[in-house]
């Protein structure tokens, strides 16, 4: 159904914004599909719905009173309104992806009849990477973790696990916490690991991270409750640890070296894949451990590897 060009935005409702008829029940489905079909992350449910919802509530502003009358002008626009407000091109990526991930969904289910996502184009995510440790730098935190741990403070040896196994392993940090005792091995020194869309793998680490998660198993029950579980890591009251205290630790140990870059969790990842590669680990082994579905995806770290032999080079080379 076309809407007049000169149609006026409808009236905000009680969200204390405009909304398209059935908004809410669709969102509902929506989410349903992601988690249950999709099988994709909450932190990616999260996201798309973050996305769709600010897409809703734009093309409500436009006069789209339905979601049937959404256009691919009213994407591009929408696309074109964040690229003004200096979104990044990674946000503005991720956001085309939902829209054509959500109206996919819409056509299939007959609440819309025709896709206007299907010509949608937005800019191609950039390959740079966030800031990386060094190899020095990543040992002289670890160092940090663990001379804090010397204080007895179960939270403080917790800490220096958590660390030990990022940087070890590369795992993500919502595959961390929500890894099990169950799911470690030390005697093998292996982790099992569940990954994006429920894939499950096996990630090896080493002899420090090993010993780092020794200790942390022998002061756990100082703070297990009835509620703990089989959580590997808890918090001080005795829950399972959630990304959010893991990011704070990270930034709160990365602060006692005022050189390094100020990263997450995350950032402890990116800076494990690349020291493999420096060290000369294959490509494919590295995809593995990090659970990437795509080698593309992997490779992106062999720019850095390469940007630190040529930055060397050129500093050491008396022709370079």
Known sequence: MARPENASPPSAGASGRAGLAGESDILEAFARYLGAERGRSEHTQRAYLGDVRHLLSYAARRGVADLDQLGLSDLRAWLGEQADAQASRATIARRAAAARTFLGWAEHTDRIRQNPAVRLVAPKRGSSLPGVLRHDEASRLLDVAAVRADDDDPVHVRDRAVLELLYASGIRVGELVGLDIDDLDLSERLVRVMGKGSKERIVPFGIPASVALQDWLDVRPRLVI???GHALFLGRRGRRVDARQVRVVVHELLSHLPDA???GPHGLRHSAATHLLD????????QELLGHASLATTQIYTHVSVDRLRA?????HPRA
């Open 226 to 228: 009835s509620g703990s």
């Open 261 to 263: 870059p100020d990263l």
């Open 279 to 286: 060290g000369g680990a294959d490509l494919r082994m590295v």
């Open 312 to 316: 060397s080079y050129e500093q050491a």
